[in-house]
């Protein structure tokens, strides 16, 4: 019982923050210089009268705000997004054609980035604590420091260049060899080609993020009573540091590696505009490219609602995991 | 002070940050000096590769404009926006978390919540957005980065109020009849500084950073030549041309580092104990 009224208001503050995203899209348009219509239509559609007269009357631009608010709302419980007068197609329809490459992409930069950060910040953190080694130590927090500092748009031409351009390991744009017509594993395979970089330029910021949380993580944990007590009972030290330290020291990172999943949204932009990845962040840069405001305010709306969706999961999966944890606990004060 | 600049001093990495950091401005402050004419204007023959002629040490574009001049006027933009868009998003997260933490009860509440939205949703989505739909130019993208960068400065500010109100000397304040305007300024802020320092010159190298995602994206000042834009109309070049973009990303990051460093050398300056105690 206790777990249902704590999963209600978390649902009840994640549709807070979408209505709070549709709120600031509907004021966003009225806050352009200009005719909310024309701003709608784009400069493509602009010059277009009968498309601008239609948009005035679906948005109700002659009533007052409210009337006008209440009719947007409306609009988007309906699934309405808009349409895209670029390309002819209504924008959720656009957007929902794009979301498995993003999906696959952001999935695994996740993984790697979470995988490899905690990795890493173990091994630096064991070599720091037990004064062995210290190289390594200083090696992986100078390259976290290097990573953080690197623009990740950078990265991935520079990924490009080294990659395909210089060494040809690797294809540079798409998602699949053009024309191949591969079936089954074979084109598993070549997407799995395309995948690789940019899943590391894209995972390899949150990595350095996720290796600087798990070694100062570590080396909080590592100095508590309990981990004496482990390591006085006669516990090896391999499993101290595996059951005991990392256990422990691994909560405050998965939270925030769910927190941190709107700036990887973010950062999903420019890594799949680099790669011409055909994802809603590629999306987002072509209704850039074209002033195609609907489509643009579509993809925000749509990517928050991924981001939430997700910072529900987890909070619901870390409370089945740590009981510890109350409703409406402050575990996201680590940001 | 001398104390701090002793302890600043020892930290080699933070002194090496400084030092790119003077450099930086140097270029942006004698760019008008060094190059008098716009680093839009074609000077050159296109792509001279870099290091081939002296007068052009990093080369050109494929437009022939010379990439040294973009590089030292870029250093304006970035510096420029860098440090007046954190300015704006520190002054509004002060303000928030000044008032949510010194208050307390509903209006901390309510402020939380808000404070949370915007760090919920994608901040550069919602900087993209906002600078497309507003128009670029300078004011827009500051605004925009304020916009999504406050809530951490808010969230600090908030609780290092919260600790300090308790404390006695703020205790004594209020016994004394000041007035809380007066507790705030003179009281509680001089002494939640030092973090707040620390978290703003963070600020300011991840405003860089998104300054310079946003003109890669064609969302920059299109007046201002800057090293994201450069990076930018670098893209389609990058079989031919590899100087193009690379020279603008090695002084993104190099800024950027070395900003971070700064950040890393005031904090461990302004706190000693928490050095002693092994981080």
Known sequence: MKFLSFFASRVGK??????????????????APGDPAAVLAGQSGAGDAAYVAQLRTQFGLDQPLLTQLALYLRGVVQLDLGFSYRNHVPVLDLIVERLPATFLLMFCAFVFSLVLGVLLGVVAAKARYRNKRRWIDSAVTSGALLLYATPLFWLSLMGILLF???????????????????????????????????????????MAVYVRLTRASMLEVIGMDFVKTARAKGVGPGR??????????????????????????????LTETVFAWPGIGRLMFDA???????????????????????????????????????AGGTQGASA | ????????????????????????????????????ESPWMMVAAPLIPPFSDPAYPFGTDMLGRDITAGLVWGARVSLLVGLLSTGVALL?????????????????????????????????????????????????IMGAIAVVSWPPAARLV?????????????????????????IVCTQILPNAMSPIIVSASFMVATAILTESSLSFLGLGDRNQMSWGFMIGAARTMIRDA???SVWPGVAILLTVLAINLIGEGLSDALNPQLRRRGE
């Not at chain 1, 994640?14 to 806050?31: D, P, Q, S």
């Not at chain 1, 909560?251 to 925030?256: C, K, N």
């Not at chain 1, 074209?290 to 489509?295: A, E, G, I, P």
């Not at chain 2, 290092?160 to 305007?181: C, D, N, S, W, Y």
Request: charged share 10%.
């Open chain 2, 92 to 140: 509004f997260g002060i303000l928030v978390g000044a008032v949510a933490g010194y208050c307390g009860g509903r209006i901390d509440d309510a402020l939380m919540r808000f404070t949370e939205f915007f760090q919920t949703i994608p901040q550069l989505a919602m900087a993209v957005v906002l600078v497309a739909i507003l128009g670029p130019s300078l004011y827009s």
């Open chain 1, 14 to 31: 994640a549709l807070l923050v979408v209505l709070g995203v549709v709120v600031i899209n509907f004021f966003l348009i009225r806050l």
């Open chain 2, 242 to 244: 590899w100087w193009m």
């Open chain 1, 164 to 206: 395909s351009v210089i060494l040809g390991w690797l294809p540079a744009f798409g998602m699949e060899t053009v024309g191949s017509r591969l079936t089954g594993l074979d084109r598993a395979l070549d997407i799995a080609q395309h995948l690789v970089l940019p899943t590391v330029t894209l995972g390899c910021f949150f």
């Open chain 1, 240 to 269: 101290v540091i595996r059951a005991h330290v990392l256990r422990n020291a691994l909560l405050p990172v998965i939270t925030f590696a769910g927190i941190q999943l709107g700036q990887m949204a973010g950062g999903a932009v």
């Open chain 2, 158 to 182: 908030r609780s290092e109020f919260m600790t300090l109100k308790q404390r006695e000397f703020v205790q004594a304040a209020i016994v004394i009849g000041q007035t809380p305007g007066r």
């Open chain 2, 1 to 36: 002070m001398k104390a701090f600049l002793r302890r600043y001093m020892r930290n080699p990495g933070a002194v090496a940050g400084l030092v790119i950091v003077a450099l930086v401005a140097a270029a942006a402050l004698l760019a008008p000096l060094l190059y008098e």
């Open chain 1, 288 to 326: 850039l490219l074209q002033r195609d405001y609907q489509l643009l305010l579509g993809i925000f709306l749509v990517t928050s609602i991924l981001v939430v969706a997700f910072n529900l999961v987890t909070d619901v999966a870390y409370r089945l995991v740590d009981p510890r944890i109350a």
